[in-house]
């Protein structure tokens, strides 16, 4: 009666980096979307609703940007990851961890001895 129901569905690509080890993403996103157009008859002139949530046909045409706009971006993953479980990075030499899993690096030198180590330099 007083408007036009839109209901629709919209894929989008997705391109990002996960953020545990900044890996690049190809995906794609499936969203659905309903949406009520008043006519714009409805409004009394002068009383036009400006950004107040409320959408509008104009001249029986719509706009569906907004809309799938606001669809797709409250659809994206707020951390987008590789995978599920993605390791991320070494945290000592920066190396992807699903990469080289089973990499290691020789203990490091506690850091209180770590004078220790110049001393041996200097005697050789
Ligand atoms: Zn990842
Ligand atoms: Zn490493």
Request: hydrophobic share 35%.
């Amino acid at each position: 009666m007083e408007g036009v129901l839109v209901t629709g569905e919209a894929r989008a690509a997705l391109e990002g980096e996960c953020v545990r080890c900044l890996e690049p993403i190809d995906d794609e996103i499936d969203v659905r979307f309903q949406e009520l157009f008043l006519y714009d008859d409805q409004v009394t002139p002068g009383e036009e609703p400006e950004d107040d949530g409320v959408s509008m046909l104009e001249d029986d045409l719509l706009d569906l940007e907004p809309l799938l706009r606001d669809a797709v971006v409250l659809a994206l993953p707020f951390q987008p990851l590789c995978e599920e479980d993605c390791p991320g990075l070494c945290v000592e030499c920066g190396a992807r961890l699903k990469d080289d899993p089973d990499h290691t690096h020789e203990a490091a030198i506690d850091p209180r001895w770590a004078g220790l180590t110049a001393l041996k330099h200097d005697e050789d």
